[in-house]
């Protein structure tokens, strides 16, 4: 009888994929980066959540979403 092998899959890292939402890639200056990276530290959040929240509070201040 042969021997069977079991497969331990990789967590991965990060929330589950939601399936919502189109990714896009961003390239960000040094200067730019910093900036994400601060606020990032400072909220206690990921870059990615960073990028979501400072865009999410421009287009607020700007109008172009309205206010929860």
Known sequence: MAKQE????KK??????TGKG??????????MLAGVD???AEHDVSRPEAVRLIIRDWSI???????E
């Open 61 to 67: 201040r700007y109008q172009v979403l309205k206010a």
């Open 22 to 31: 189109v990714p896009i890639m961003v390239r960000l200056q040094p200067d």
């Open 12 to 17: 991965r890292r990060g929330p589950a994929p």
């Open 6 to 9: 079991t497969v331990v899959s």
């Open 38 to 40: 601060q606020f990032a």
